[in-house]
Nanobody, 119 residues
Framework: QVQLVESGGGLAQPGGSLTLSCAASGRIPTRNVMGWYRQAPGKQRDLVAM?????????NYADSVKGRFTISTDNAKNTVYLQMSNLKPEDTAIYYCRMRDSVRKFDYWGQGTQVTVSS
């Protein structure tokens, strides 16, 4: 089993910045893909950014966050980050961390962290 715990959400003003963290623990699969997703009220959960573990592979971003958000990992700490800058009100959502076991094709999800962008 893998446990994912997100942190770093909160309230930010438009144009501001926040950094989300997702710490993984447990039996972490060697081959995995880490990603951030978000879900706004009344909408489906959408991909924000994803990054294969170990840096082997392309980083993908949703068009709406390209140039503003950056996903990165600290493999020594089993942690993935999402640096968010130039935040917009439409970025308001619950942000979820996901780890995809690339071999077993199984997904683990965190509990989510709220990000609110408002003046």
């Amino acid at each position: 089993q893998v446990q994912l715990v997100e942190s770093g959400g909160g309230l930010a003003q438009p144009g501001g910045s926040l950094t989300l963290s997702c710490a993984a623990s447990g039996r972490i699969p060697t081959r995995n893909v880490m990603g951030w997703y978000r879900q706004a009220p009344g909408k489906q959960r959408d991909l924000v950014a994803m990054l294969p573990s170990g840096g082997g592979g392309d980083t993908n971003y949703a068009d709406s966050v390209k140039g503003r958000f950056t996903i990165s990992t600290d493999n020594a700490k089993n942690t993935v980050y999402l640096q968010m800058s130039n935040l917009k009100p439409e970025d308001t959502a619950i942000y979820y961390c996901r780890m995809r076991d690339s071999v077993r094709k199984f997904d683990y999800w965190g509990q989510g962290t709220q990000v609110t962008v408002s003046s």
